[in-house]
């Protein structure tokens, strides 16, 4: 194993495909940074320039592509709360009152190198777990995969704050939009209104860019300044975020394995892994529920070394099985084929050497994305003193096109405007938007995963042991977040 | 009884889940399962809600909370000036949409930029067109020449066929 491991990484050191790793990271970081784009449309882009090159070099690149739009998506995030990927969507919830309290760059610092840092324990995880592979994902079945869900949709308990009335209601309409289109288990349509547009459901990009892009930028420009009235010279900077992370450093190991974890779980998704990790931050960290949400450092390292960790653990399944966790890696297996390599027991076998060279480049692209991301960070910082007047135009365009190229038709305009409403609507009449989101984000694995669990196996699959296991996780999270809630409300309670 | 936008909001919420459960209660099971044993409990709950925050409307003035665990709303402004402000805003979004629709993306995003930028922002010419220009290569150059999107065919046709002459590698 270790020849093999040594073998990955010599594989890499020649200057061509070195380059290329490097051209892979830039356009990742390209992609990641403008809303609504990311790695699978990276993918499909390099993928049919590759046919020519040799294998090792083309998927060095492409995974080295599909590891770090997850770094740049804070960028805006943190400026303009306009989620880059369907990943950063939590991070807006702390990472942009830091940038409108001047500490935008302590954000970004905070944010990439707790990226840096989950990218790299999810490739060494990986690393680690490619001899026991199989029995590890076997394990998870549709029933404890109902049970994650499950696990998912009580994070709206922690995410309600003071109103956990209204938070179960909009995880409940959360729930109820994402059946909207093509019922999978029997065919027939719910709620489409006879649209042809809403037969595969509301997408997830144009749905987020609307309850959360367009509010926020309309609050900004209602309010009329610039997204922070800090002065340039209080601005806090990177180095500030980087010692927040060593500071958190259990949080965000705790979040990294959390992440991977996720990763290597078929099926929960990227959209998801950043709630659960903000989910668990804000229910295990001191005092959370009372900064949580204003700007709290911990809010912004949680979700980002989660998200960078779950690539890594995405190519497990992606790796030894052959299945896809999502469309990106459903692409990377794509790329494999078109080089001649059988994802499955050959990849852990005759091809060990090729698969920790993708261990390897996912951990070289994580620190070359953080290398020249931090290099950039105190100018993207300052971003936030321009007037928002003159962001607003630029962002409103971006978020057009965002939400335009996610099915290309003219009601993806229409669904972002409606939930850009119902998100500015929600946010001044004290309705929490984020257990919607989630609610939205976890509807379809729900029902799948409860439909074949009780088909499979009828009422037992809720004794299974490890169901029992993640229930009980479930309760005690919720018992906790509860219990938190209650200490906030009597410190409110005394004035404190 | 005092009918403030929360409670409206609430009131539409509980609608919107009646009507959701209401259409559903003829679907078959495996297709309306999931759908009543969600909406029902949403519906019943929201109408718990709409009941508190009645009562609160009675009691008290404003939302009935403001800690919500999302981003905070900056209250210190009146009500008007963010009603006209906002409306504003919106007014722009809009004027974006139509424009996408009826003269296409190529001829409004340009517009869209330079119009806010001088009317709006009231920005100089120099600043003005400089991010207009950059605004249009950043979109033609991502999102028509390297992604080639798919634009949709706007209602009038005439100036993006026109520009299509000028500019021919347009997609």
Same mark, same amino acid.
């Given at each position: 194993?270790?020849?093999?491991?040594?073998?990955?990484?010599?594989?890499? /050191?020649?200057?061509?495909?070195?380059?290329?790793?490097?051209?892979?990271?830039?356009?990742?970081?390209?992609l990641?940074?403008?809303?609504?784009?990311?790695?699978?449309?990276?993918?499909?882009?390099?993928?049919?320039?590759?046919?020519?090159?040799?294998?090792?070099?083309?998927?060095?690149?492409?995974?080295?592509?599909s590891?770090?739009?997850?770094?740049?998506?804070?960028?805006?995030?943190?400026?303009?709360?306009?989620?880059?990927?369907?990943?950063?969507?939590?991070?807006?919830?702390?990472?942009?009152?830091?940038?409108?309290?001047?500490?935008?760059?302590?954000?970004?610092?905070?944010?990439?190198?707790?990226?840096?840092?989950?990218?790299?324990?999810?490739?060494?995880?990986?690393?680690?777990?490619?001899?026991?592979?199989?029995?590890?994902?076997?394990?998870f079945?549709?029933?404890?995969?109902?049970?994650?869900?499950?696990?998912?949709?009580? =994070?709206?308990?922690?995410?309600?704050?003071?109103?956990?009335?209204?938070?179960?209601?909009?995880?409940?309409?959360?729930?109820?939009?994402? =059946?909207?289109?093509?019922?999978?288990?029997?065919?027939?349509?719910?709620?489409?209104?006879?649209?042809?547009?809403?037969?595969?459901?509301?997408?997830?990009?144009?749905?987020?860019?609307?309850?959360f892009?367009?509010?926020?930028?309309?609050? =900004?420009?209602?309010?009329?300044?610039?997204?922070?009235?800090?002065?340039?010279?209080a601005?806090?900077?990177?180095?500030?975020?980087?010692?927040?992370?060593?500071?958190?450093?259990?949080?965000?190991?705790?979040c990294?394995f959390?992440?991977?974890?996720?990763?290597i779980?078929?099926?929960?998704?990227?959209?998801?892994?950043?709630?659960?990790?903000?989910?668990?931050?804000?229910?295990?960290c001191?005092?959370?529920?009372?900064?949580?949400?204003?700007g709290?450092?911990?809010?912004?390292?949680?979700?980002e070394?989660a998200?960078?960790?779950?690539q890594g653990?995405?190519?497990?399944?992606?790796?030894?099985?052959?299945?896809?966790?999502?469309?990106?890696?459903?692409?990377?297996?794509?790329?494999?084929?078109?080089?001649?390599l059988?994802?499955?027991?050959?990849m852990?076998n005759?091809?060990?050497?090729?698969?920790?060279?993708?261990?390897?480049?996912?951990?070289?692209?994580?620190?070359?994305?953080?290398?020249?991301a931090?290099?950039?960070?105190?100018?993207?910082?300052?971003?936030?003193?321009v007037?928002?007047?003159i962001?607003?135009?630029?962002?409103?365009?971006?978020?057009?096109?965002?939400?335009?190229?996610?099915?290309?038709?003219?009601?993806?305009?229409?669904?972002?405007?409606?939930?850009?409403?119902?998100?500015?609507?929600?946010?001044?009449?004290?309705?929490?938007?984020?257990?919607l989101?989630?609610?939205?984000?976890?509807?379809?694995?729900?029902?799948?995963?409860?439909?074949?669990?009780?088909?499979?196996?009828?009422a037992?699959?809720?004794?299974?042991?490890?169901?029992?296991?993640?229930?009980?996780?479930?309760?005690?999270?919720?018992?906790?977040?509860?219990?938190?809630?209650?200490?906030?409300?009597?410190?409110?309670?005394?004035?404190? | 009884?005092?009918?403030?936008?929360?409670?409206?909001?609430?009131?539409?919420?509980?609608?919107?889940?009646a009507?959701?459960?209401?259409?559903?209660?003829?679907?078959?099971?495996?297709?309306?399962?999931?759908?009543?044993?969600?909406?029902?409990?949403?519906?019943? =709950?929201?109408?718990?809600?709409?009941?508190?925050?009645?009562?609160?409307?009675?009691?008290?003035s404003?939302?009935?909370?403001?800690?919500?665990?999302?981003?905070?709303?900056?209250?210190?402004?009146?009500?008007?000036e963010?009603?006209?402000?906002?409306?504003?805003?919106?007014?722009?979004?809009?004027?974006? /949409?139509?424009?996408?629709?009826?003269?296409?993306?190529?001829?409004?995003?340009?517009?869209?930029?330079?119009?806010?930028?001088?009317?709006?922002?009231?920005?100089?010419?120099?600043?003005?067109?400089?991010?207009?220009?950059g605004?249009?290569?950043?979109?033609?150059?991502?999102f028509?020449?390297?992604?080639?999107?798919?634009?949709?065919?706007?209602?009038?046709?005439?100036?993006?066929?026109?520009?299509?002459?000028?500019?021919?590698?347009?997609?």
């Amino acid at each position: 194993m270790f020849e093999a491991m040594a073998d990955g990484l010599t594989a890499l /050191f020649s200057v061509e495909r070195f380059l290329f790793i490097t051209f892979g990271v830039v356009v990742g970081m390209a992609l990641g940074a403008v809303p609504g784009l990311g790695g699978v449309v990276g993918l499909a882009l390099l993928l049919p320039f590759t046919f020519d090159m040799d294998a090792t070099a083309a998927i060095a690149m492409l995974v080295a592509l599909s590891s770090v739009p997850v770094t740049t998506d804070t960028i805006p995030s943190v400026l303009f709360a306009v989620p880059g990927t369907v990943g950063s969507q939590a991070t807006i919830l702390d990472g942009h009152p830091m940038a409108r309290k001047g500490e935008a760059g302590r954000a970004f610092g905070a944010a990439y190198f707790s990226s840096l840092l989950g990218g790299i324990i999810g490739a060494i995880i990986l690393g680690m777990l490619i001899p026991v592979l199989k029995p590890l994902v076997l394990l998870f079945a549709a029933p404890e995969l109902f049970s994650l869900g499950v696990m998912g949709i009580s =994070m709206v308990a922690i995410l309600s704050g003071r109103v956990p009335l209204k938070g179960i209601v909009a995880g409940g309409m959360g729930l109820m939009l994402s =059946m909207i289109g093509i019922d999978k288990q029997e065919g027939l349509l719910r709620w489409t209104m006879d649209s042809l547009y809403l037969f595969d459901g509301l997408n997830i990009i144009v749905v987020s860019l609307g309850l959360f892009a367009l509010p926020e930028l309309a609050d =900004m420009v209602i309010e009329g300044k610039q997204i922070s009235s800090v002065p340039k010279q209080a601005m806090k900077g990177v180095g500030h975020g980087i010692r927040d992370v060593f500071a958190n450093w259990w949080l965000m190991l705790r979040c990294s394995f959390l992440g991977t974890w996720v990763g290597i779980i078929p099926g929960l998704g990227s959209a998801v892994v950043d709630w659960l990790a903000y989910g668990h931050a804000k229910s295990s960290c001191k005092d959370a529920a009372l900064t949580f949400g204003s700007g709290d450092v911990r809010g912004v390292i949680a979700p980002e070394s989660a998200n960078n960790a779950k690539q890594g653990g995405a190519l497990v399944p992606t790796l030894a099985f052959g299945i896809p966790g999502s469309a990106s890696m459903a692409l990377l297996i794509g790329a494999f084929m078109i080089h001649g390599l059988q994802p499955g027991p050959a990849m852990l076998n005759q091809h060990l050497d090729i698969t920790y060279s993708i261990v390897w480049s996912t951990a070289i692209a994580n620190i070359m994305a953080t290398a020249i991301a931090l290099c950039f960070t105190n100018q993207l910082a300052k971003i936030s003193s321009v007037r928002i007047n003159i962001l607003a135009p630029l962002v409103t365009v971006v978020v057009f096109l965002a939400a335009y190229q996610a099915t290309a038709s003219i009601f993806d305009l229409v669904t972002v405007l409606l939930f850009g409403l119902l998100g500015w609507v929600m946010k001044r009449c004290g309705w929490p938007r984020p257990p919607l989101l989630l609610g939205f984000l976890l509807g379809g694995l729900i029902e799948r995963y409860l439909f074949i669990s009780v088909r499979a196996y009828g009422a037992a699959f809720l004794i299974r042991p490890l169901v029992l296991v993640v229930l009980a996780v479930t309760i005690v999270t919720i018992y906790y977040s509860v219990k938190q809630e209650q200490k906030v409300r009597r410190l409110a309670g005394k004035g404190e | 009884m005092r009918v403030t936008p929360s409670l409206l909001f609430t009131l539409l919420v509980a609608l919107v889940a009646a009507g959701m459960v209401y259409t559903a209660k003829d679907w078959p099971l495996g297709t309306g399962l999931f759908p009543r044993s969600v909406g029902v409990p949403v519906l019943v =709950m929201a109408l718990v809600q709409l009941i508190m925050d009645a009562y609160q409307s009675m009691k008290a003035s404003g939302p009935s909370s403001r800690e919500t665990g999302d981003l905070q709303v900056d209250w210190t402004m009146s009500a008007m000036e963010v009603a006209s402000r906002g409306l504003t805003f919106a007014a722009w979004l809009l004027g974006m /949409f139509f424009g996408i629709l009826l003269l296409g993306f190529f001829i409004t995003v340009p517009v869209f930029t330079l119009l806010y930028l001088k009317y709006q922002a009231r920005e100089g010419w120099p600043l003005t067109l400089g991010l207009t220009a950059g605004m249009l290569v950043f979109f033609v150059g991502v999102f028509d020449q390297i992604l080639h999107i798919h634009w949709l065919e706007p209602v009038i046709a005439g100036p993006e066929n026109l520009l299509r002459v000028v500019m021919p590698w347009l997609g």
